[in-house]
C-alpha cells in the first residue's frame, strides 16, 4: 500500500513542504519514493518509521546535517552510534551548564539591587 505525501503528512504529523523538503536534501532517500502510474511520487509505508526516526532524532537535539551524515553512512556499527549519542549527550550537559550559569548570573543581577531607573548602565 502506497501513500500520498498528504497521507504521509498527516500519518507524522509533518507539513507536506517539509517533506518535499527532506526528499530535496536527501532525509528521504530514493527507497521511500516511487512513481504510480500517473507519474506522481507516492510513498512506501516504511516512510512513517523512517520521519518518526527522523523527528524522534531532531527532538533530542541532532541537528539536520546529523541526520544527513547518519544516513549517508546507509548503516553505523554499534560503537559509533554510541559514541554519536555519547557526543549529543556530552553537548546537551554543556549547554545545561551553559544555562545554570547564566540563571546564576541573573540571580546575581538580582541580589546586587541593580536598578536602571537613570537610564541602562547609568548609576
Known amino acids: 500500500m502506497v501513500m500520498k505525501i498528504s497521507e ?8 507536506i513542504s517539509t517533506i ?9 532517500t530514493d527507497e ?3 512513481r ?17 526516526v ?15 551524515v547518519m544516513i549517508s553512512m546507509n548503516g553505523i556499527p554499534k560503537d559509533e552510534h554510541v559514541n554519536l549519542i555519547q ?8 549547554a545545561q551548564q551553559k544555562l545554570e550559569e547564566s540563571k546564576q548570573n541573573l540571580y546575581d543581577i538580582l ?11 547609568k548609576i
Request: aromatic share 10%.
Open 8 to 15: 504521509v503528512a498527516r500519518r507524522v504529523d509533518l507539513p
Open 20 to 28: 518535499r523538503y527532506y526528499e530535496q536534501i536527501g532525509i528521504i
Open 32 to 34: 521511500y519514493v516511487v
Open 36 to 52: 504510480n502510474q500517473n507519474n506522481y511520487r507516492v510513498y512506501t509505508p516504511d516512510i512513517i518509521h523512517h520521519l518518526s
Open 54 to 68: 527522523v523527528k524522534h532524532c531532531l527532538a533530542v537535539g541532532f541537528s539536520i546535517r546529523d541526520i544527513q
Open 87 to 94: 557526543n549529543k549527550i556530552a553537548e546537551i550537559e554543556a
Open 111 to 121: 541580589e546586587s539591587d541593580m536598578i536602571c531607573e537613570k537610564g541602562f548602565g
